[in-house]
């Protein structure tokens, strides 16, 4: 089975360790930071076999260098392997391999940049949990910021996202949740599942523990970016950014998406 642990590094990433029952091999997802990696490999007496890269920032991609080996095999976007360091295997959408028994399929999410991708292991037995890691595209309560990629080639992505199982577990790459639902609680006041929402995770953040892997079906119910077509979203979107009622849903996001750029 497989098993997958936050490795918290800099200041606010996650750094997904997979492992799998009864063996010493393991991958790691968007290692910015070796040093922690390479404590974790030897508290828990592993292997790194090898490593998953969603896109090309320094805090995703920093610690592979130091963490690979002869036999350390490293996988990334092909559209980006000219930013990325050098990949054993560079893949693009609709590709898929097996990694610790689970079988991986290749998203590509333009937006935040325009080489991310995601890796999505479907539930292929009863026990199992479908499951994403989804970078800096999607994180509980929001998405990621728009660096290169435009509002459109975002919300395209996020719909990739949504059209996948409600039970997925989402694996982000940032502890953004509390402040993110500071903003939602802006966009939507009313929302219950929001509020409840926001108490567990201020609980779990008041016991030092992570608020992810959130699942998609609590961000249907809580993320703003995902909720965009909602008439609640939509109603403070155009007393917040003086949209009409005409406006686009690529309109709708970007407002939405500018507006949390400049909440504080």
């Given amino acids: 089975m497989l098993k997958i642990r936050p490795l918290a590094a800099l200041d606010d990433n996650y750094i997904w360790l997979l ?12 290692p910015g930071d070796a040093q922690v990696v390479q404590r974790a490999l030897t508290q828990y007496e592993l292997h790194l076999e090898g490593i998953l890269l969603t896109h090309h920032h320094s805090d995703h991609i920093d610690g592979v260098q130091a963490l690979r080996s002869a036999d350390t095999l490293v996988i990334g976007a092909a559209k980006d392997q000219h930013r990325l360091p050098e990949l054993s295997l560079s893949l693009s959408a609709g590709d898929s391999f097996i990694l610790l028994g689970r079988t991986f399929q290749v998203l590509e999410f333009p937006g935040h940049t325009l080489g991310h991708v995601g890796y999505f292991a479907p539930a292929e037995e009863a026990e199992q949990s479908p499951l994403l890691f989804c970078g800096d595209t999607l994180f509980s309560a929001g998405c990621g910021r728009l660096f290169e990629g435009s509002a459109a080639q975002m919300w395209q992505s996020l719909q990739q996202i949504m059209a996948l199982p409600e039970e997925t577990l989402i694996y982000a790459t940032h502890e953004y949740t509390l402040s993110n639902l500071a903003f939602a609680q802006h966009v939507e006041p009313h929302n219950q599942a929001l509020s409840q ?32 077509q909602k008439a609640q979203v939509q109603a403070s979107l155009r007393e917040h950014a003086g949209l009409s009622e005409q406006a686009s849903i690529d309109e709708y996001f970007a407002a939405l998406r500018t507006w949390k750029d400049n909440f504080r």
């Fill in 19 to 30: 492992t799998q029952s009864g063996s010493s091999r393991c991958w790691v997802v968007d």
């Fill in 197 to 228: 929402y926001t108490e567990g995770c201020r609980q779990a953040r008041a016991a030092n523990q992570p608020t992810l892997p959130s699942s998609l079906g609590i961000e249907l119910a809580v993320n703003p970016f995902l909720r965009v």
